[in-house]
DNA sequence: TCTGGGGTCCTAGGACCC
DNA sequence: TCTGGGGTCCTAGGACCC
């Protein structure tokens, strides 16, 4: 049996623990650049706020119902999210955790008989909260689509189900899958949702009860082939515990307010690709292409929202390596390319890929040796930046005026990872 | 004024190889 | 007259996830 462990409202959970006052109050955590809502307390669920909604439509439900605002505060939801995972390796072995999501874990229960699920899950979900402050749901199920369908019962009716539902015989789970919207199935997005909708197909047990060629043929492939058999309690997506190294690496972001200057999108460029850098450093990765892609500005059209144009350009390395300021050239030579005097921008982006790990580079002939100096100097960046503040240490490229940076004016302290964030208790 | 930032897997089709 | 069959690698695009 499999237990998927979500965290309830994991970013809000987050804020809260540092702020008692809120316990009981609505809270809200934004996206970057404060443009979306991406977490919410029950309460502010309550109060009608939908995930996703543009935060300045909500303002002003927001405003009227004083519910706690956030910027995203990452530094903060990484730590905690270790703090979670940690302790359920603790309690089961790291071997049986599979880290999903920053708020999201399987865990392999086969360890355990059917009598005493519920007993496991149940202590794992109290010590977790105990022992780190963040609430937790808990499914446990044959498969991980039926887990994720047992946990969606348990945060449904928190009441009644005290966050732990286990579907140990398969009358249980027919019964929770007679209730589960088809959208809200674990592999059905948006496009699935619809067309079974359309043919009637409301709820999760009409999937089920189709014929296995059916999701084959309509649903992505051998994708659809093992949603449907995790659906009937027969295990086809793998409980993955070891750590996949990333095979591609991207750093994208709004920018705070539309850009229209090379100097600006060459700044934010290069910045993106030193923080991408960063990321292919830390699982030991090399990478041989860097893309880099600018978002033009629409103006808005009859009020509806759409996505500016998308355009980018690419250039593969002559070898894989992880040095920065060789992939920060060549990322300011690709924005040139890609700007065009006059134009505003609202995004830009670079990803990595051609990633392999770094013991085995391949050479090229062609190509200078590796400089081992040059690898020392970004271990030595790294470090820097990780023990002091942020960006302490930056490349000139970057520039010092960023006048494209994000907006973050909710954004609370680093309680756990900033020595001058530290909470004060008197 | 104002709409996130990452990722994954799979399929199809073309180029190329023996 | 007639033109194989199997494989790999790459890219683009579509679907999904949190």
Known sequence: MIAIVDCNSFYCGCERLFYPALWQQPVVVLSNNDGCIISRTDEAKALGIAMGEPYFKSKDAIQKHGIAVFSSNYHLYGNMSQRVMDTMRSLVGAQHVEVYSVDEAFINLSAYGPEELHAMATHIK??????????????????????????????????????????????????????????????????????????????????????????????????????????????????????????????????????STLADIKEAVATYTARALEKLRRQHSVAACISVFVVQKEAPTGGRFSHGRNISCSYTMPVASAITPHFIAAALQLAEQLYTPGQTYAKAGVTLSQITPAQAVQQNAFAAAANPQLNQLMQTIDNTNFSMRDDAVKFAASGTTRNWKMRQEHRSPRHTTRWQELPVVR
Not at 150 to 157: L, S, T
Not at 165 to 184: G, M, R, S
Not at 207 to 215: D, I, R, S, V
Request: proline fraction near 4%; avoid cysteine.
């Open 126 to 259: 109290h010590t977790v909260e105990t022992w780190t402050g963040i609430k937790v749901s808990i499914g446990v199920a044959p498969t991980k689509v039926l887990a994720k369908a047992a946990n969606w019962v348990a945060k449904k009716h928190k009441a009644f189900t005290k966050g732990v539902v286990v579907l140990e015989t398969p009358e249980k789970v027919k019964k929770v899958l007679e209730q589960l919207p088809i959208a809200d199935v674990w592999g059905v997005g948006r496009k699935y949702a619809q067309k079974l909708e359309g043919m009637g197909h409301t709820r999760a047990w009409h999937l089920a009860q189709l014929p296995g060629t059916w999701a084959r043929t309509h649903m992505g492939g051998v994708v659809g082939l093992r949603l449907h058999r995790e659906l009937n309690g027969i295990p086809a997506i793998d409980l993955d515990e070891r750590l996949v190294d990333k095979q591609m690496i991207a750093t994208t972001r709004m920018f705070g307010k539309p850009v």
